[in-house]
Each structure stands twice: as C-alpha cells, then as structure tokens.
C-alpha cells in the first residue's frame, strides 16, 4: 500500500520495524448511528400524534439506555408545497406548530430528531405513493442550501436524503450528494447544530467508492422491506451480503444496510436475533422499525442485548468479514474489535438443516493459544478452547460470540519518505487491518485521503489525540509480496504504521500472461452480470479471488465467477452472479496456467488477445495461447 501525508507529516527513514504499534492508545471513533424510524411500519401515513405515540413507546422501553439516540421521521411527512420565499410548508392540521413542534417534542425526551428528503426534484411518494396520493415537488434539488438550513433551525439532528427524483432524473450521484454534504455542513455552521447526514442512494453508482467523507452513513442496497410486505430473510441476507465493503467502513464512516425488522410482524425471536447478529457484526446503524407501542418484551430485549450492541458500536468502527465458508452456506464472520486480540464472531446458517460451524482463531488473525469463547445472546461465558471452537448451528439460524485470544505477529513500518509507505509486505493478498498512528492536537476531526496501491482512495478521518500520539484503524487490501504501498494525502503528521493479516480473507491475483494485467471487477461493482475484465494489478477488493474446494473463485467474499446464462459457446460473457454451485460457476485451475469453465469446457480468455485495461474476459476454445494463461499469486 501507499500512504501520502501532507507536508506537515514527520519524514522518517526506517525499515520495517518491530512487531508493535508505536502507541496502543486506540482512539474511539464515531460510532454508527443507533434509534428507530417511521418507514417500515408507518410508510407515509404519519402525522404528529403517529410520532409523539411512538417517542412514548421508545422511552418507556427503556431504548435510550441502551444507546438508542434517534427517532427519524421519514417519507411524508411533507407533502411538496413551499412558500413564496422557497421555503417548505407543511400541513398543521397534522403537524400542529409545524416541525420545529415534534422535533421539540423529541428534545423534550432527551433523544435527537431526524427528517427525511430527496435529493431530485420529486420524491419517493411521488413516484411510489405509499399511503398517501402522489405529490409532486416533494425533494430538495435546487434548494439543498436553503432546506438543509431550515431542517436544522428546525431543530433536526439528523436527515435521510433518498434517491427516488435522482433516480428518475439520471443524476450523478456522487456530485448530487457532494453538494448535500456542504449544504449540511454549512447549515451546521450557522446553526451550531450538527446534523448527520444519511446518504440513500440504494448502493446505486457504488457510494462505498465515493461517500466516506461526505456523510457518517450510505445505503448500500434497496429497500430491506417494500410498501405492504412482510418481513423477509431473504432481504434481510440480501441486504447483509451488499454491505460488505470493508475497505470503506472506518473512523466514523459506515455501509448502511437499511432499517432493522427485528419484532415485525412475521419473524420470530430466532430471525430477529440473526437480524440484530448480522448488522452488529457488520457495525451498521442500527435503525429500529417496528411499531414500538405493540413491542413484546422479547423484542425490546433483543434490541437492548448490551453484549451485541457492544460489537456494533465498537469504539475501532471496522466492518466484520467472512473468514471462512468450509461448506456452502455454512458460513464464519469475524470483526476485529477494539483492543487487543478481541474478536466478534457470527456463525450462520443458510442450508435447510442444523450444521456444527467452526470458527478457527488462525483465520481471525489470533495464534493457535487457547483463547476464551462467550455466547452473546445468552450473556454467558463458555470457556477457553485451543485453536477453534465448534458449535451446531440451527438451520437458518446464526451464533453470536466473543473470542479474546492472542494476536498474531504484525509488521511495523515507518515512512520511507515525507508521507510515504512502501515496501509494506503481505503474506498473501487478502484483507489487513491498519492501524495508523498520528497525533491531532485540534479540537475536531481531520481528514486525508488514503490510497492503497492503486485501488480507489478512501477518506480517513483522524479525531482528536491531545498532545500524545493515538491510533485509528482501516482495513485494506494489499497484495502477496513486498511491493505494497500507501499514500494519504492531507491529515496530521502520522508515525508507525502497523499491517495485522486477517487470514481467513487470503486470496489470490489472477495475472494474465499475455497483458500483465489482473482479473478485475470494474470500480468495485458487485452487480450481478457485471462483466470481468483485465485491469492493472492494484490487490483491491474487486481484484482479490478465493478458490474454493466448490471449485469456485469467489469475489467480495460472496460473488462467484460465472459462465453468463450457462453459455457454452466462444465468446460467452464471464461476469460475476451470487454463488449458486452450478457447474457454470466451477473452474478446473489447470497446471498449464489455464483455467476451464466445469459446464462449458472452454478456457477464461481475455477477448481478442486483448491487454489494455477494460479488456473483456469470456470463455473461448483452449488454444494455448497466452492470453488463456493465467498465474495465481
């Protein structure tokens, strides 16, 4: 990896140092917003009293206590009109004193208060009523400054910005949501209310590229529940799966996978635990959407285990991955926690059956010493156990759990130049957790922009340290060998940085021969059907390929290498698709450098004997050539 600091960054000249950070002062980051919204039980038929009945219901069960801040009142609640001056207007009749009313109300509780828009011109329920008829001119474009402005004098403290009108306007996400983020910002400077921003752009136009630094929070998915729908596993798993970007999630920035179902209508305790399980493993808000006046105490205890809550809210702010899938759908994620050798585990279950899973301390990045397990749904501690842990799974079901063991041996480095890391070594591509030691004597939060090698950069934010010097943690690819490098660019002047592998996350580079270049998912896009291509090697997430004992290569942990619609001719498309163990998605890796396509017999190729960046792979006749041959580093 490269790192690149700013001027102000100190110029050491070092070789890789010993095994230790320069400081073990871990620095708390921004956790990931926790409360509860009107969307999944409510859609647009909210007023007032809906919301005030619904603050009553979330104080008396005890919420706050438990870490739960927000009450977030989404589509709606305003019904497109604006005054003569550009300023929105609102109902009284259902919003008696206006929305400054019930964001007082909320204040009046001691929680915070959030708002919803749209980033087009039109609405969601303009497009897609939901309770209410159609209302034209529900979103902001054209007056993010002046709305934004008026949602805090308002008195909100938070505000979800959908994507329905930018949707049907075909606009640039990334420029759309970068000035949201500085009208935001220059609300919260007139008003000295911060307002937290959610980004809801559905994971349309890949926000994990481009939103860490413009908001706390992004969706990465649809909509988890749609308008009228029960509940369901499948979009519950769905959305998980889609949040799994690693690289982006650090230091107060966070995949959003949408609102919880946990005690809706039609789950029951075992799937509101999975629910609850997968979005701490993954440190993602935890937005509550069920009708809190007819929650069951089994449901409140649910969204209070302190135990679960804990690894959500966990002070490092990393994203959990899976660091093991011996057999399909019986599955292991590991989240490295703040301090020292503390891991959170989830075992899930997505066969029809009750499994034994086993999760192995080498594949979280501990040593084989005996470390101590603790079941977090049962609150209880299970003992110390050598090298793994092994439990039955029930079908469909997960187990939650806390391994504290040893960690194993990390690098330290200093910077080879002013701001610059290189020659970082790795003992196989895949995911490492780094922490970056820096000192920030400000009162707020810097920020710079890392790059890793090649890969798409990322902002980092470096909270204040005081005097003394403290750590932040990201997670990023590198690549097997020694020619890893990292730049940030902009921030405090940084000293040690310290690479611990994440084992269970090893994988492998598909070179070709011919060009050079590396099989690559385009800007990171886990669209199923997106076609591979030929890249210059980077290690990124997107370039990073496990092969299984299924005979799969596996992308973003969950996207197998795919024959497109079982094509068997010259010429068929290799995308990515969901793993699904059909033959067109197994791949015989052959002494010869090539590798077949299990149903179709043909050999990945990159297309025309293409080399340069972009070039499509297919399947095509084997005919030796070198632009069949593949290495695997």
């Known amino acids: 990896m490269v790192l690149v600091l700013t001027a102000a960054a100190a110029l050491l000249f070092a070789q890789p140092g010993p095994a230790q950070a320069a400081t073990t002062r871990q620095v708390s980051v921004p956790t990931a917003p926790m409360g509860w919204a009107s969307w999944n039980s409510f859609a647009a038929k909210i007023d007032y009293n809906v919301i005030k009945k619904q603050v009553d219901a979330f104080v008396s069960a005890g919420l706050p206590a438990a870490g739960y801040q927000y009450v977030n009142i989404d589509e709606g609640w305003w019904q497109g009109t604006r005054d003569s001056a550009g300023n929105i207007t609102v109902d009284t009749s259902e919003w008696p004193g206006g929305m400054s009313a019930i964001a007082d109300y909320i204040h009046s509780k001691g929680l915070k208060a959030g708002i919803y828009t749209d980033a087009g011109k039109n609405g969601c329920g303009y497009y897609f009523p939901t309770g209410r008829p159609a209302a034209p001119n529900t979103g902001s474009e054209g007056h993010y400054d002046q709305d934004m402005l008026q949602f805090s004098q308002w008195g909100f403290d938070f505000v979800k910005v959908d994507w329905c009108g930018g949707d049907a306007e075909g606009l640039d996400a990334a420029t759309t949501y970068k000035a949201i983020s500085s009208a935001v910002t220059k609300a919260t400077a007139a008003t000295g209310r911060p307002l937290t921003l959610s980004i809801c752009n559905w994971g349309y136009q890949n926000p994990w590229n481009w939103a860490p630094g413009l908001a706390p929070m992004w969706r990465t998915s649809t909509d988890i529940i749609y308008y009228g729908n029960a509940p369901s596993q499948t979009n519950m798993l769905s959305n998980f799966d889609q949040a799994l970007h690693p690289d982006a999630q650090h230091t107060g920035y966070y995949n959003d996978p949408d609102m919880l179902m946990v005690g809706m209508p039609g789950f029951t305790a075992a799937q509101n635990r999975t629910h609850m399980s997968l979005w701490a493993i993954s440190g993602a808000p935890l937005l509550a959407g069920n009708?809190?006046?007819?929650?069951?105490?089994?449901?409140?205890?649910?969204?209070?285990?302190?135990?679960?809550?804990?690894?959500?809210?966990?002070?490092?702010?990393?994203?959990?991955?899976?660091?093991?899938?011996?057999?399909?759908?019986?599955?292991?994620?590991?989240?490295?926690l703040a301090g020292t050798g503390d891991r959170a585990v989830v075992l899930l279950n997505r066969t029809s059956a009750a499994k034994d899973i086993t999760v192995r301390w080498s594949d979280l990045g501990l040593t084989g010493a005996s470390a101590s397990v603790r079941d977090l749904w049962a609150?209880?501690?299970?003992?110390?156990?050598?090298?793994?842990?092994?439990?039955?799974?029930?079908?469909?079901?997960?187990?939650?759990?806390?391994?504290?063991?040893?960690?194993?041996?990390?690098?330290?480095?200093?910077?080879?130049?002013?701001?610059?890391?290189?020659?970082?070594?790795?003992?196989?591509?895949?995911?490492?957790?780094?922490?970056?030691?820096?000192?920030?004597?400000?009162?707020?939060?810097?920020?710079?922009?890392?790059?890793?090698?090649?890969?798409?950069?990322?902002?980092?934010?470096?909270?204040?340290?005081?005097?003394?010097?403290?750590?932040?943690?990201?997670?990023?690819?590198?690549?097997?060998?020694?020619?890893?490098?990292?730049?940030?660019?902009?921030?405090?002047?940084?000293?040690?940085?310290?690479?611990?592998?994440?084992?269970?996350?090893?994988?492998?580079?598909?070179?070709?021969?011919?060009?050079?270049?590396?099989?690559?998912?385009?800007?990171?896009?886990?669209?199923?059907?997106?076609?591979?291509?030929?890249?210059?090697?980077?290690?990124?997430?997107?370039?990073?390929?496990?092969?299984?004992?299924?005979?799969?290569?596996?992308?973003?942990?969950?996207?197998?290498?795919?024959?497109?619609?079982?094509?068997?001719?010259?010429?068929?498309?290799?995308?990515?698709?969901?793993?699904?163990?059909?033959?067109?998605?197994?791949?015989?890796?052959?002494?010869?450098?090539?590798?077949?396509?299990?149903?179709?017999?043909?050999?990945?190729?990159?297309?025309?004997?293409?080399?340069?960046?972009?070039?499509?792979?297919?399947?095509?006749?084997?005919?030796?050539?070198?632009?069949?041959?593949?290495?695997?580093?």
């Open 291 to 336: 009708d809190l006046t007819t929650m069951t105490g089994e449901t409140a205890a649910i969204l209070k285990n302190p135990d679960v809550i804990a690894v959500d809210q966990d002070p490092r702010g990393l994203q959990g991955v899976k660091v093991a899938e011996d057999t399909s759908g019986l599955q292991v994620y590991g989240k490295v």
């Open 379 to 633: 609150q209880k501690n299970l003992g110390s156990y050598a090298t793994s842990y092994t439990t039955s799974v029930p079908a469909g079901g997960s187990v939650m759990l806390k391994v504290t063991g040893t960690e194993a041996a990390s690098s330290g480095y200093s910077a080879t130049s002013t701001g610059k890391f290189t020659g970082v070594s790795a003992a196989s591509t895949g995911l490492d957790v780094v922490d970056l030691t820096y000192t920030n004597t400000a009162s707020t939060a810097v920020t710079g922009t890392l790059q890793v090698n090649g890969q798409t950069a990322t902002t980092v934010s470096f909270p204040p340290t005081g005097s003394t010097p403290g750590t932040v943690s990201v997670q990023v690819h590198l690549t097997k060998g020694s020619a890893n490098s990292l730049t940030l660019t902009g921030g405090p002047a940084l000293g040690t940085l310290t690479v611990r592998p994440v084992p269970g996350t090893d994988a492998t580079l598909l070179t070709g021969k011919q060009s050079g270049r590396c099989a690559d998912i385009y800007n990171n896009t886990i669209t199923n059907g997106t076609q591979a291509e030929l890249w210059d090697c980077n290690g990124g997430a997107n370039q990073a390929w496990t092969y299984t004992a299924r005979k799969e290569l596996v992308v973003y942990g969950d996207k197998c290498l795919d024959a497109y619609n079982l094509g068997t001719t010259n010429g068929t498309k290799v995308v990515i698709w969901d793993c699904n163990g059909q033959t067109n998605q197994q791949w015989n890796v052959n002494a010869d450098g090539t590798i077949t396509n299990v149903n179709a017999g043909l050999c990945l190729d990159a297309y025309n004997g293409g080399t340069g960046n972009g070039s499509n792979l297919v399947l095509w006749s084997c005919n030796g050539g070198d632009n069949q041959k593949w290495s695997r580093t």
